[in-house]
């Protein structure tokens, strides 16, 4: 019988944590690429927009409050 979710990563967490004692083990569940992959990707996407809008603006002149 196959658990998902929070219950299995707990289960499998006890099976490693048993086998060392002392030590504690940090299973990932697949949903947490979305955390640790796709919002940084998505951060540094923006950035990188944001600085070659800034550069395109500042080579232009566009964008100036005078």
Do not use: C, Y
Request: proline share 2%.
């Amino acid at each position: 019988m196959k658990v998902d979710g929070a219950e299995g990563v707990m289960l499998k967490q006890s099976q490693f944590q048993g086998m060392k004692k002392g030590t504690h083990i940090h299973l990932k569940l697949g949903s947490d690429r979305i955390t640790s992959v796709a919002i940084p990707a998505l951060l540094v996407g923006t950035t990188i927009l944001m600085m070659l809008r800034g550069v395109w603006n500042m080579s232009h002149g566009t964008g100036k409050k005078d």
